[in-house]
């Protein structure tokens, strides 16, 4: 005979405003197996746990049912508190009146009475609760962290530190990231470089640390504590351990017509090429699109300069198997593109920038030696027009509904660069807002203002037309209710950010979630918001939202607590509420196998004892240290041979009759 407790929690007035507690308590008492029903206003709390605990001791209660807020608050909350008692973990069911009641309910009636269905349908379920005991799976001294931009260069140093080793995997052929493009960085204007190639340095020669560029994650299996991957070293053509970093076979090199990215497309590099000075590791890689001895077979002049013998036209892309206990994604971004921008005239002239494309003129290793000057006939300006909100917090569909979050601090900082270096040029930047929250960033943008003379007019942009050697731009000023009409020699394009392309291939091999605007989504965006809702895969940097470079270096530290947090386990306990399979139902038929995501079915020949006949059938198994109880298989099984451990068919046919009744 089940003994069930009911504890209703006021929730502050969270609940209790839209709720009728006391009838809550009042109907639950009354439902079968129901022994004892009672209120408190924090039931989450010290007090309230020790109420529920005191309860199941003086009721011998068999079951409890907590009507609280959302289970992925306070469910485990309320299971420890139960074990602590010496009941069952998994003969705690949790109501959720907050989230799915009183926050989305006005009418008092309604609500209480949406309360009271709620609550009984969580009794009837824990009814037929059954106690389940939690497995364990070995953890993988290991960690695995996808980019290598400052995000995954401050994760696996953090990582590292604490005794653990890890593996950076970066696509780009340099660690580093969007970071080392940048000049000056705000709000302390202080060298980029300066800050990350010690970091890049001390990351390549760290003893727990592998990096792999030029390389990708090609498959990931497994499940936290042990994951399985599979990394892509794309060939570089050149031999790692002879290359000396001369940069002759990039000198010599005939081909110097391809695009150069790092420099955003505004010169041109050689087909063999490293990145940039810094570059870690330094050794080239020789672009096979671009390179006129894979095109035509003839050349091989890098071969024939290279003294160390260091050209490998037959090297091939090597697949790199490891195992992981944890996984950091740290896959940084990118800027939108503008080809659903024509009214800035981005595409018509080379004198509209973006300003990605202005850190790197304004670098000392840029395109340009960090001389400002014009991209078409590289004369200096002698005015200059920022536009911001290019792409961000877009009303339609051509852009992002969110604000990028840097712009406007970027564009104070590249003001007074301009302002300070080239005191001659007059820079209006035109702004929907200003947004500087961060420490010592409304200062930051005052200054530019009131130091530097920066104009800023608050009004948007509706067109740049080339008109002869000159940009005309025509915007509104908001303030004054006016029209302008300007002409000026550079435009400036504060574009949105948006996460790397790469994300939603990642995201599904890692069977992680991400949002509407591809950013990846955090567990609990307050509560656990570097770690994804899927186990053992962390979050850092941009790839989990905009963010600013102290942000990204304070997410990834975060993140390496978490992850050391992980590996610092012998093993973990698994979660019971996993698929369990009925061998006498089961037909083989492999549709469960087909729609798990997770790759926890397989399939075996079994001898089966079918009510006194004994045959062998082929039979589906669960590995419980893979199921991640999402159910999709017992929704698929055409026998009604699969089932879910602690959400039952007939658990949940029982919640609807209850609801129904």
């Known amino acids: 005979m089940h003994r069930i407790g009911v504890f209703v929690c006021h929730c502050g007035t969270n609940i209790a405003a839209t709720v009728d507690i006391d009838r809550v308590v009042a109907a639950a008492a009354k439902e079968p197996g129901v022994v004892h029903a009672e209120d408190y206003q924090y039931m989450c709390s010290e007090a309230g746990q020790l109420k529920v605990r005191e309860a199941i001791k003086e009721k ?32 705690v069911e949790i109501a959720n009146i907050r989230e799915h009641c009183s926050w989305i309910h006005k009418d008092r009636e309604e609500a209480t009475e949406k309360a009271i269905i709620l609550a009984r349908a969580a009794i009837a379920k824990v009814m037929l609760n059954a106690p389940l005991t939690a497995g364990t799976s070995r953890v993988v001294k290991r960690a695995l962290v996808i980019g290598g931009g400052i995000a995954g ?32 960085t705000f709000p302390t204007l202080d060298c980029s470089a300066c800050i990350l190639t010690p970091k890049m340095v001390e990351a390549a020669a760290h003893e727990n640390i592998t990096i792999y560029t030029y390389s990708e994650v090609e498959k990931v299996t497994g499940f936290v504590g042990d ?16 290359c000396t970093g001369c940069g002759v076979c990039q000198e010599k090199c005939p081909s110097k017509k391809a695009p150069n990215e790092f420099n955003r497309g505004l010169d041109k590099r050689s087909a063999i090429y490293t990145p940039f000075a810094q570059a870690i590791p330094n050794v080239p890689v020789i672009d096979r699109e671009h390179c006129i001895k894979f095109k035509t077979g003839k050349c091989g002049v890098c071969a024939k300069v290279c003294q160390a013998g260091a050209i490998d036209y037959e090297q091939k892309d090597e697949i790199i198997t490891e195992n992981y ?23 018509q002239s080379p004198d509209v920038i973006t300003s990605l494309e202005l850190e790197r003129i304004m670098n000392a290793a840029g395109p340009t030696k960090g001389h400002l000057e014009r991209m078409s ?16 917090r877009c009303a339609d569909n051509r852009g992002k509904s969110y604000c990028s979050k840097i712009c406007c601090m970027y564009t104070a900082k590249h003001a007074m660069l301009i302002r300070d270096k080239y005191p001659d040029v007059d820079v209006t930047v035109f702004y929907i807002d200003v947004r500087t929250p961060g420490k010592n960033f409304d200062e930051f943008y005052r200054r530019a203002v009131e130091e530097y003379g920066v104009h800023y007019i608050k009004g948007q942009v509706g067109k740049v037309a080339p008109q002869g050697d000159k940009l005309l731009v025509q915007g509104v000023d908001l303030l004054d209710n006016r029209r302008i009409l300007m002409e000026t020699d550079m435009v400036v394009l504060a574009t949105a950010i948006e996460p790397n392309p790469d994300v939603r291939k990642i995201a599904t091999m890692l069977t992680a979630s991400i949002d509407t605007n591809n950013f990846l989504t955090e567990s609990h965006a307050k509560l656990r918001p570097v770690e994804s809702p899927t186990a053992g895969i962390f979050l850092s940097g941009v790839c989990q939202g905009p963010k600013d470079i102290p942000e990204t270096v304070a997410q990834a530290g975060a993140a390496a607590v978490k992850v050391v947090g992980l590996l610092a386990k012998d093993h973990l306990v698994t979660n019971p509420c996993v698929a369990k399979s009925d061998t006498l139902l089961c037909n083989g038929c492999s549709s469960c ?50 089932d879910l451990q602690g959400f039952s068919n007939r658990q949940i046919l029982a919640e609807v009759d209850a609801i129904c009744r």
């Not at 420890?80 to 069952?88: F, I, K, M, S, V």
């Not at 944890?326 to 595409?347: P, R």
């Open 227 to 242: 994951f399985h991957v599979e990394i892509r070293k794309k060939a570089r053509s050149v031999d790692m351990s002879k």
């Open 60 to 91: 011998q209660l068999t079951g409890i049912v907590v009507c609280s807020c959302s289970p992925r608050m306070h469910e485990n909350t309320f299971r420890q508190a139960a074990q602590r008692a010496g009941l069952n973990p998994y003969m």
């Open 153 to 184: 260069i401050q994760t696996a140093l953090d990582i590292a530190e604490a005794g653990y080793k890890v593996d950076i995997v970066e696509k780009t052929p340099s660690i580093g990231g969007r970071m080392s493009q940048l000049d000056k």
């Open 377 to 392: 006939d590289h004369r200096a300006p002698k005015s200059m027009v920022f536009i911001q909100c290019v792409g961000s």
């Open 325 to 347: 206990g944890a996984i950091v994604v740290a896959t940084g971004f990118d800027t939108i593109k503008l080809d659903k921008y024509d009214e800035y005239a981005y595409s």
């Open 593 to 642: 196998e087909k729609v798990c995501p997770y790759g926890a079915i397989s399939y075996e020949e079994q001898e089966v004892n079918d009510h006194g006949i004994r045959e062998t059938r082929r039979v589906a198994v669960v590995n419980s240290a893979l199921c991640q109880g999402c159910g999709a298989c017992t929704v698929a099984c055409p026998s009604g041979a699969m």
